[in-house]
C-alpha cells in the first residue's frame, strides 16, 4: 500500500495512471464545495453567469470543515458523502473539473461522466476528520460566506491521504458484487 | 422537592456535547483498535489506522473527532420531584448547546427552514428534545451529537405481525446494505421495535448510545442483535466501505408495546464514533 504522490490541479498523465483502488497522497491547491455551494454554482451557469472558481483539471473537496482553532488554518476537515452531489457533478465534470474527493459511492451519470471526461474520484476516511486537517496548509474563503462551513474555499493540500474509489476507465473500488 | 437551576442545567449541556464530540468513549475506542488489529484487509485496515490515530489527532489539536458535530439530540429523564429555578427549562437547553457549538468551534449545522430559505441558525440550535418524567428527583441526560451522513441512511419500516422476526431481521439486515459505505462505516445500528411510527424511531435512536457489550435483557432479543451483527459484518462493506470484515460495531434493540395490527420496525445508523455523553444530575 505504498501511496503514489499525486499534484494538483491534475493533468490527464497522471490521471491516466491512476487505478481503482490505489492509494495515493494529494498535494496542492483544492477546493471546497458541498451540497449549498453547488446549487449555487449550477444556478450562476444556469444565469450564464461566470463562476468564482476556475475548473478546467481542478479538484473539489466535498467538505464542511468545523471552525478553526486559532494559529490553524482549519477545523476538522472529513469528507462528506459524496451521492448528494451527484445531481450537479456531471455537469461540473463536462466544463472541466478533473477530480472530486468524498465518501462512499457515486449513481451512474457520475460514474459515466467520470469516463466520458477521462476524471478521478478519491475516497478520503469519513470521520477521520482532525487527522486530515493536518493535511491541510492553508485556507482560504473564495465565495459565498453566508453559506459558512459551505462557503467555497481555496485549500493547499499537504501529502493528504486518499484512495482512488473511481479511476478514468470506470472501474471502482471495492469491486461491488 | 429537589431544586436545580437553569444556570447548571445550561452548564450541564454544554459539557456534554463538548465531550461528546471531542472526545471518543471508552467502548467504541476499545472495539476499534480491535477491528483494526484483526483486520485481513489492506485498504479497510488502512482506513481503521487513520480512524484510531484520528482520536488522538483530534485530543492533540483541541478539535472536534467529526467536522460534522451533528444535531444536539437531548434526553433528558427528569425526576417527578424536581423543580428547575430560574429560568426555562427548553431555555436553558438551547443555551447550553449554544454556548457548545459557538464556544468550543464545533460546526453550525443547522437550518431554519429545512425546504425554502435553509438558513444556517449560526448556533446550532434548536437542539431536539426528548423529555420524560420519571420518580425520584434525580435528571439524566443523555447528549447525542447527530451527523447525518448516518441519519440520512436511517429508515423506518411499518411492518405487519406476519413478517415475524425474519422479517424484521431482513429489514434491518437491509437498512445495512443500503446504507452502504456512506454511513461511515463500522456503524451502531439502534433499532427500535414495537410502538408505534415515532415511538419506534425514538427507541432506536436511544438504542444507538448503549454501552457496546451490553446485550438486550431477553435472551430471544440478544440473539437477534447477535445475530443481525454478524450478518452485517458477513455484507463486507467494511471500514470506510473499502471492504473487509467489520461493518458494524453493535446492534442494540429496544422494544415497546405494539398494536395488534402491527410490527413498527425502526433503523437509526450512527457512524463508527457513536458520539454521546451522559450525565446524572
Known amino acids: 500500500m505504498t501511496p503514489i504522490e499525486i499534484r494538483l490541479p491534475l493533468d490527464d498523465a497522471q490521471i491516466a495512471k491512476l487505478r481503482a483502488g490505489m492509494t495515493v497522497r494529494l498535494s496542492g491547491p483544492c477546493y471546497t464545495a458541498r451540497d449549498a455551494a453547488h446549487k449555487r454554482l449550477t444556478e450562476m451557469l444556469d444565469r450564464g453567469e461566470e463562476l468564482p472558481i476556475p475548473l478546467t483539471g481542478q479538484c473539489i473537496y466535498y467538505v464542511g470543515p468545523s471552525p478553526a482553532p486559532e494559529g490553524k488554518p482549519i477545523g476538522a476537515a472529513g469528507p462528506t458523502s459524496s451521492y448528494r452531489m451527484d445531481a450537479y457533478a456531471p455537469r461540473l465534470l463536462s466544463l472541466g473539473l478533473k477530480g472530486m474527493i468524498g465518501k462512499g459511492a457515486r449513481t451512474q451519470p457520475v460514474l459515466d461522466a467520470i469516463c466520458r471526461e477521462r476524471a478521478v474520484y478519491f475516497g478520503a476516511v469519513g470521520g477521520a476528520a482532525a487527522l486530515l486537517a493536518r493535511h491541510i496548509t492553508s485556507s482560504e474563503l473564495i465565495a459565498f460566506p453566508d453559506l459558512q462551513s459551505e462557503a467555497i474555499r481555496l485549500l493547499t493540500l499537504d501529502h493528504f491521504p486518499a484512495v482512488v474509489l473511481i479511476d478514468a476507465l470506470g472501474n471502482v473500488f471495492p469491486e461491488r458484487a | ?281
Open chain 2, 1 to 281: 422537592m429537589r431544586e436545580i437551576s437553569c444556570e447548571q442545567l445550561r452548564t450541564a449541556v454544554a459539557e456534554l456535547f463538548l465531550t461528546a464530540n471531542r472526545q471518543i468513549s471508552s467502548d467504541i475506542r476499545a472495539a476499534m483498535e480491535q477491528a483494526r488489529d484483526r483486520e485481513t484487509s489492506p485498504a479497510a485496515r488502512y482506513a481503521l489506522e487513520q480512524l484510531t490515530e484520528n482520536y488522538v489527532c483530534a485530543e492533540e489539536d483541541g478539535l472536534p473527532i467529526c467536522q460534522d458535530t451533528g444535531m444536539a439530540i437531548l434526553f433528558a429523564d427528569i425526576g417527578q420531584d424536581v423543580h428547575f429555578t430560574g429560568g426555562s427549562f427548553e431555555d436553558a437547553i438551547q443555551r447550553g448547546v449554544a454556548d457548545a457549538y459557538v464556544g468550543g468551534l464545533l460546526r453550525k449545522s443547522v437550518v431554519s427552514d429545512p425546504l425554502f430559505d435553509r438558513k444556517n441558525t449560526l448556533d446550532n440550535t434548536p437542539a431536539i428534545i426528548h423529555a420524560s418524567i420519571v420518580p425520584g428527583k434525580q435528571v439524566h441526560l443523555l447528549a447525542i451529537a447527530k451527523g447525518f451522513g448516518s441519519e440520512n441512511m436511517s429508515r423506518v419500516g411499518m411492518l405487519t405481525p406476519s413478517a415475524g422476526e425474519e422479517g424484521v431481521f431482513n429489514y434491518i439486515l437491509e437498512t445495512a446494505r443500503l446504507a452502504g459505505p456512506n454511513p461511515c462505516p463500522p456503524i451502531v445500528m439502534g433499532v427500535g421495535i414495537g410502538g408505534d411510527f415515532e415511538q419506534a424511531a425514538l427507541l432506536a435512536k436511544r438504542a444507538t448510545a448503549r454501552p457496546l457489550g451490553v446485550r438486550h435483557p431477553d435472551a430471544r432479543y440478544a440473539a437477534l442483535e447477535t445475530r443481525l451483527l454478524d450478518a452485517v459484518n458477513a455484507l463486507g462493506i467494511g471500514a470506510a466501505g473499502y471492504g473487509g470484515r467489520t461493518t458494524a460495531l453493535n446492534v442494540a434493540i429496544l422494544t415497546a408495546p405494539t398494536h395488534i395490527a402491527g410490527l413498527p420496525v425502526a433503523v437509526n445508523i450512527c457512524c463508527h464514533a457513536s458520539r454521546h455523553a451522559e450525565t446524572t444530575l
